[in-house]
């Protein structure tokens, strides 16, 4: 006889257990036997380890488009749930104080906060990336090396970059920085006092409005929330992201900072591998809007047969 949790609960409480008789009754608990599943992995996935499928190559070498990684989402702090698994719908959740803030040089897996124009991404979706400034850094790029509070920063060993590039950064906006000369930018803090300017308002204009404020520009200074000010104070830490892929990735240059309650968690390491939908050895255009390169799509078949069985149990850093 098969024993289960369920039978040995019931057990305990003395309930005796019922089996489904008719068809009606055999759909009635198996539903609820699906229900109970998915709140099982919906608690799971939002305070202890989640799974997550890298979609594009803006990490690789480190992490390969493909991967599938089990992510650690105790270090920054559990969650309630984010999302309904399996359904990929956003839910609103509550984000617990963890044992460590994101640094400098961790693999990061976070919320998307949209492009730099949007209040929020119009789709839930998570990102992986690295960590390159924390919140109260300073970060400029210079000759494609980046520097944080003045010190040159050492290049990933497994990262990518080309010699050079003349392409423009979207975020802030108004400046000529491009993506191998970037910069000075200050990462924000909470608590910092920040000093409204012409010159900056484009910068901490939608910041602001996603911590939930109205900001409206005068001629001779700005209303937040209908009073009259020429400062804001920052009520949340943020950090700053880049692919490891530099010339090939969507990042902080493009959209801006990512709020330390927007990191979800840190890549374990990698149970699955094989070529996505796309297949990275095929590429066949570039997407201006996303920043990304467009590949040639995958067959079933082409998959199998490129799986990555080197990869499995590698530990991403």
Not at 161 to 179: H, R
Not at 203 to 231: C, F, K, P, Q, S
Not at 272 to 279: G, H, Y
Request: with cysteine; glycine share 8%.
């Amino acid at each position: 006889m098969k024993i289960t949790w369920k039978k040995v609960w019931n057990v305990i409480i003395g309930k005796q257990e019922k089996k489904p008789v008719t068809f009606v009754e055999k759909i009635v608990s198996f539903l609820k036997t699906l229900v109970w599943a998915i709140c099982v992995v919906t608690i799971i996935n939002g305070l202890l380890i989640a799974s997550f499928v890298v979609p594009t190559g803006s990490m690789e070498g480190t992490v390969l488009a493909g991967d599938f990684l089990f992510v650690n989402k105790f270090k920054y702090g559990p969650s309630t749930p984010q999302i309904i698994p399996f359904f990929n719908i956003p839910l609103p959740f509550y984000k617990f104080p963890g044992p460590y803030d994101p640094e400098k040089g961790d693999i990061i897996v976070f919320i998307y906060p949209g492009k730099s124009t949007e209040l929020e991404s119009p789709e839930f979706t998570y990102y992986l990336k690295r960590c390159v400034g924390a919140a109260g850094d300073s970060l400029s790029i210079i000759d494609n090396s980046v520097y944080v509070n003045g010190v040159k920063e050492n290049f990933p060993e497994t990262g990518r970059k080309k010699d050079s590039s003349t392409e423009g950064a979207n975020f802030p906006g108004g400046n000529s920085w491009t993506l191998h000369n970037y910069g000075p930018i200050y990462i924000p803090a909470a608590g910092d006092i920040l000093k409204l300017t012409p010159e900056n308002f484009r910068h901490y204009e939608m910041l602001i409005r996603r911590e939930g404020h109205e900001i409206i520009a005068l001629g001779d200074g700005y209303m937040i929330d209908d009073v009259r000010t020429d400062t804001y104070t920052v009520e949340r830490d943020y950090c700053w992201a880049m692919g490891d892929n530099r010339d090939n990735s969507a990042d902080s240059r493009s959209w801006g900072y990512v709020p330390y309650e927007s990191v979800v968690g840190t890549p374990l390491m990698v149970y699955w591998s094989w070529l996505p939908d796309d297949n990275t050895e095929k590429p066949i255009g570039y997407n201006h809007m996303t920043g990304q390169t467009v590949y040639e799509k995958n067959s079933f078949g082409d998959k199998i047969s490129n799986i990555r069985w080197e990869r499995i149990f590698n530990t991403p850093d």
